[in-house]
Each structure stands twice: as structure tokens, then as C-alpha cells.
């Protein structure tokens, strides 16, 4: 595979470019009929017919992962980035808490 051809559609597509590029280099024999002129029509059909089911397929398996990557770190991405605060309460079943993103947790006997 022709390595300026990878790094000139890596650089302007990134890792979807790299595998499009892929694709199109291990398919360019066949697009010039090197193997799909040697076989019969109907064989022909078939060949590309799975090609581009099977690319349809990978495709949206690729944008389903996107899509659901999100989902699985809990979409609390701006906690990280939340400031730190120390807060302190005293006296009996008083916690009192402010300016606190993402989940709090208190444990106690209160109400005894």
C-alpha cells in the first residue's frame, strides 16, 4: 500500500480515513476487473453484493459503539472537571452540602 497515499487521507480523515483508504486499496483490484472480470455475472453480483453489506454492517456497528460509548462511562464527564470543595456541618443530623456535582453519599444513625 502506498504509505503517502495513507498518510495524506489519515491526516485529512483520521482513523475512519485510514480505513476507507484500506478499503479502497484492497478493493481497487476488483474495481478494475482484475477478479470480478474473470467471473461470471451472477458471481460477480454476489461478490460485491456481501463487500458492501459487510461494509454496511461494520459501519453501523461503528456508529452504534460511538453512540453508546458515551453512555457506558455514565455521562457524568464534567465531574472531573468539577471543582473540590470541603464542606463540615456539626450537631445531629445536619449535613448540609452545596455547590456538589455528581453523587453524594451520607452515612449515619440519624432519626435514632
Known amino acids: 500500500m502506498d504509505a503517502e497515499l495513507v498518510r495524506g487521507v ?5 482513523i475512519a480515513g485510514v480505513a476507507l483508504g484500506t478499503l ?9 476487473k482484475r477478479v470480478l472480470g474473470t467471473m461470471s455475472k451472477a458471481n460477480a453480483y454476489k461478490l460485491l453484493r ?5 461494509c454496511l454492517i461494520i459501519a453501523v456497528a461503528g456508529i452504534a459503539a460511538w453512540l453508546i460509548s458515551p453512555l457506558s ?4 464527564d464534567n465531574i472531573k472537571d468539577a471543582p473540590k470543595i470541603n ?3 456539626r450537631g445531629e443530623c445536619s449535613p448540609a452540602l452545596s455547590g ?8 449515619g444513625n ?3
Open 24 to 32: 479502497v486499496q484492497i478493493l481497487r483490484p476488483m474495481l478494475q
Open 110 to 112: 440519624c432519626g435514632k
Open 73 to 76: 462511562s455514565g455521562g457524568n
Open 87 to 89: 464542606q463540615s456541618t
Open 50 to 54: 456481501t463487500i458492501v453489506v459487510g
Open 100 to 107: 456538589v456535582a455528581g453523587n453524594v453519599t451520607i452515612n
Open 10 to 14: 489519515g491526516a485529512t480523515a483520521g
